[in-house]
């Protein structure tokens, strides 16, 4: 919850942001606001999430869970099945392995379990 230090204007409100937040601008056009009524603080700790310059949400991957190697006729697609932290819960999708290790190639520091179709 975030403290409103004043009104600016009819449509924008002036916040107090926290210390990791310092290098973002602190006034918000009314819409990107939600009214909270607590009996209490509530801390959110900020560590694990990532925004954009736009301060929304972005899904990143958290690791792959398993391999599988798709066969077609005359090629063999090695794939990768990745965890994301969604918004919405775990969420799952597989990935094509070269494209996903080029882009992401600290998550492969990992060894991850080979799916019984890989072989």
Known sequence: MLKVLEKVGSVAYKLKLPEELSRVHNTFHVSNLKKCHADEPLAVPLDGLHFDYKLQFVEEPVEIMD?????LKRSRIPLV???????RGPEFTW???DQFRRKYP??????????SSAS
């Not at 391999?67 to 066969?71: A, D, N, P, T």
């Open 67 to 71: 391999r599988e190697v798709k066969r």
């Open 81 to 87: 099945k990745v965890r994301w932290n969604s918004r």
């Open 95 to 97: 990935e094509r392995e």
């Open 106 to 115: 600290h998550l492969f520091t990992k060894t991850a379990p080979s799916s």
